[in-house]
């Protein structure tokens, strides 16, 4: 059970200083999820939501309370190891794709890989996660070359291509209209069903939650009861 | 990360801004190509100089009146009493033969021509020791000398300008601020010296000058004895020798000297240092148009590092290290200051290369020398620059945290 437990958060709490006002984020939130579930993280703004998506991606450290991800605990690591643990373990897919426009699809790809030290077949793996996303076509592309959708693919291309324990998506269907939306989450969902891997999606968009398996309910920092 | 790729990565966004890029690139050419050139301008100065100076043979010794480190009183002038003194073989076995010179400016006319020229009154042994040679005729000899006679030696350039020729000038005659001289030989040309053109110069006996052309307060007075010595070896013995001889003769047997004697090597010493001095102080001049390049290359980095924000979190997002970030920008500035530098390297040598030029063509032949010891210092210099402004950039850019930068519009 608690192996295949990748993320046991306990009463985890953040605080900002605001001047001189304490502003807590997150004031005590408590998770678990398991490998290969879909758990949409749902909350109005300011509910705590990105500072949740930020620290369960290790982005940011919780000011209290415990991390556990994919049996490593996180909340005592320095930054480089931090750096390391995203690297590994968690794959990112923004609202905005956050693409380096300078480099080509494949490039893009194989950056995470660059990081993670000595990787042999590193452009032969970056060609499999863009094939796998569908894009086995446009490898030589760059991000200005290629339509919304797409560089989305590309954005999702590079979050799998370290095989990590989780994609953290952040709104991946905000920027994009409801057709091409509806496309993107159809290739997350298919990639979670073939590939079971964890997916954590952040948004607002309740049409998007209903594919998930669990909702998250965020109000003021806590995790509301339903 | 690898470090070729890194550095091919940073020269595609370096090109991915070409302008920006450039300017900032040029403000290190500028930098390292004045370094470059006022180096090799400096060196060719001193080489220059130390050549002169090994022309006039190693066996020389120049005597003056006066001393040029310590204050002395009332410093006796040399006289031709020294130069016999000197001269003599017994009291100095290690000289060869004295000159005595004594030296003045004259306007020398002939054919309705005049030129200003210096005149210099000295011996026969004088022509010896300055290895001259002769386009035709004689030097000054002896007989000259004891007769007073009005008799010349002229340089090419004084038979350029008065003759338009150098040949059949011999018994000619040319007057030396009005009184007749007949020309006696023409000099071969030596070209521009460090003292001088000695091209532009006549010769007469030493006494027809003391009387007639050139009046010292002083009877018999001389402005300068040539001394040449035995062997290059025996100059620091005839050294003594002369200098004890003049002591005797001055009365400064103890305390300070009240002459100088100079040899080549002393002139050496002095010239190499003064020219060092030189070259310190251009190349440091220069070096400040490196470090206003260096500044440029700081700020550019500023910029781009604000810039790239977003990037900067993206990246850390993906797994990127404060290391990888650090050194991603340090690459960059240092891809920046080391194009500047071999470009510069380049600029200085075809700065070096047309002062050369110029000073060739203004008949003061001068090599510009760039040493690889200038080309290492250059480079390893920029390179260093642009680490060291660098720093500072690609330390914010490393330190930034990853939640902000991501949210950074």
Redesign the interface.
Known sequence: MAKDLVIHAEDLKKVYQMGQVEVHALAGVSCNIQRGEVVAIMGPSGSGKSTLM?IL?C??LPSSGKYVLDGEPVETLS??QL??I???KVG?I?QSF?L?S??TALANVE??L???GKVPDRRERARGALESVGLGDRMTHRPTELSGGQQQRVAIA?ALV?NPAIIMADEPTGNLDSKVGKEILELLLTLNRDNGTTLIIVTHDQAIATHAQRIIHLRDGLVEEK | MNIGQSILEALETLNGNKLRSGLTILGIVIGVGAVIAMLAIGQGAQDTITGAISGIGTNLLFVSSGNYLQEVRNPKPLTLGDAQAIGDQFAAPDVLAVAPIIQGRADVTASGQTMSVSVTGTTPQYFVMQNYSLIEGDFLTQDNLQGNASAVVIGPGVADKLFGRRNGIVGESIRINGQPFRIVGILQSKGGGTFGSQDNQVIVPFTTAQTRLIHRSVMNEVDQLYVQVISAQAVPLATDEVKQILRQRHRTPVGVDDFTVFSQADFLSIATTVTGVFTIFLGGIAGISLLVGGIGIMNIMLVSVTERTREIGLRKALGARKRDILIQFLIESSMLSLIGGMIGILLGWLLGFIVGRIAAASGNPFNPAISLNAILLATLFSAAVGLFFGIYPANRAAGLEPVEALRYE
Request: hydrophobic share 30%.
């Open positions: 930020n991606g982005l940011d930054d480089d750096a390391d995203r690297n590994r990112f923004f956050n380096l300078r480099t950056l995470p660059r990081y993670a590079r370290n």
